[in-house]
């Protein structure tokens, strides 16, 4: 059983930076693949960014690459997304979520899921 919980979620103008984190309760955090995903209004729930168990591999959608960086700290128990350049497009609930494999990319690869945290991004 992994318990998740994210913060960091804001309202930043468009062009700022956010840190996300994402905190996970238990001792196999490291067998997990990591993702972060985001759903906004009306819309369907997206891969945002995934990161390896060991944190050497990550994916990005192609939205985000190059503006969002993810990583982990295995001992702190504790993923990253750190957020550049953010546009208005990239409002949203922001979740982590955790799941099996290297890197997997669907969202039914994923047991454990956070609550979610609101990043707003205002033009």
């Known amino acids: 059983q992994v318990q998740l919980v994210e913060s960091g979620g804001a309202l930043v103008q468009a062009g700022g930076s956010l840190r996300l984190s994402c905190a996970a309760s238990?001792?196999?955090?490291?067998?997990?693949?990591m993702g972060w995903f985001r759903q906004a209004p009306g819309k369907e729930r997206e891969i945002v960014a995934v990161i390896s168990p060991s944190g050497g591999l990550t994916l990005y959608a192609q939205s985000v690459k190059g503006r969002f960086t993810a990583s982990r700290d295995n001992a702190k128990n504790t993923m990253y997304v750190q957020m550049n350049n953010l546009k208005p497009e990239d409002t949203a609930v922001y979740y982590c979520?955790?799941?099996?494999?290297?890197?997997?990319?669907?969202?039914?690869?994923?047991?454990?899921w956070g609550q979610g945290t609101q990043v707003t991004v205002s033009s």
């Open positions: 979520a955790a799941g099996t494999g290297i890197l997997p990319a669907e969202s039914y690869k994923y047991d454990y």
């Open positions: 238990g001792r196999t955090f490291s067998r997990y693949a």
